[in-house]
T-cell receptor
Framework: EPEVTQTPSHQVTQMGQEVILRCVPI?????FYWYRQILGQKVEFLVS????????KSEIFDDQFSVERPDGSNFTLKIRSTKLEDSAMYFC?????????????FGPGTRLTVL | GQNIDQPTEMTATEGAIVQINCTYQ??????LFWYQQHAGEAPTFLSY??LDGLEEKGRFSSFLSRSKGYSYLLLKELQMKDSASYLC??????????WGAGTKLIIKP
């Protein structure tokens, strides 16, 4: 069964450093998303991406964040200068069609720890 | 503002039935999802409702009332593996998912 994969599973970084979180969505999916979940808190939407551009983004997704689809398979989230409060689980998801009409398949997540 | 309310925690007995409620207030509405999330893992899709009524899928059923801004997830014949958090998420007018904080379900033998 096709699945979304994410690497790395855990990332530890120093405050102020740049991190890149990687995702490989399901191959025939066209819509991609990043979410984060701070430990013990709710899932929060960050950004959605379609046709090589951002479709929607939340208030959390400020200038420190960027997304890219560098090739036909990878979808990345970059945090330019990490802060302590960026420590969270980051989930990538993909879907065949926009959110309203189809389920999103989530990857296993990357746990980011900022020291 | 947009808001999703669901109970923080519920406890039920193996083999029993449990209903997890969710109320939502969103700017526009384009459907409601239920996801299951085991600790430390990604959410997995359970159901999607956009029309009023009950959708049944095996041991799990989901109900929606758009006029009341209300949904519930019904789990029957509970198994120990059903111990997880259950996340309610509504789709707003911008097609963004607005997530609830989740209901932690504890199943006891």
């Amino acid at each position: 069964e096709p699945e979304v994969t994410q690497t790395p599973s855990h990332q530890v970084t120093q405050m102020g450093q740049e991190v890149i979180l990687r995702c490989v969505p399901i191959s025939n999916h066209l819509y991609f998303y990043w979410y984060r979940q701070i430990l013990g808190q709710k899932v929060e939407f960050l950004v959605s991406f379609y046709n090589n551009e951002i479709s929607e983004k939340s208030e959390i997704f400020d200038d420190q964040f960027s997304v890219e689809r560098p090739d036909g398979s990878n979808f990345t989230l970059k945090i330019r200068s990490t802060k302590l409060e960026d420590s969270a689980m980051y989930f990538c998801a993909s879907s065949e069609r926009p959110e309203a009409y189809n389920e999103q398949f989530f990857g296993p997540g990357t746990r980011l720890t900022v020291l | 503002g947009q808001n999703i309310d669901q109970p923080t925690e519920m406890t039920a007995t193996e083999g029993a039935i449990v209903q997890i409620n969710c109320t939502y207030q969103t700017s526009g509405f384009n459907g409601l999802f239920w996801y299951q999330q085991h600790a430390g893992e990604a959410p997995t899709f359970l159901s999607y409702n956009v029309l009023d009524g009950l959708e049944e899928k095996g041991r799990f059923s989901s109900f929606l009332s758009r006029s009341k801004g209300y949904s519930y997830l019904l789990l029957k014949e509970l198994q120990m593996k059903d111990s997880a958090s259950y996340l309610c998420a509504a789709v707003d007018s911008n097609y963004q998912l607005i997530w609830g904080a989740g209901t932690k379900l504890i199943i006891k033998p």
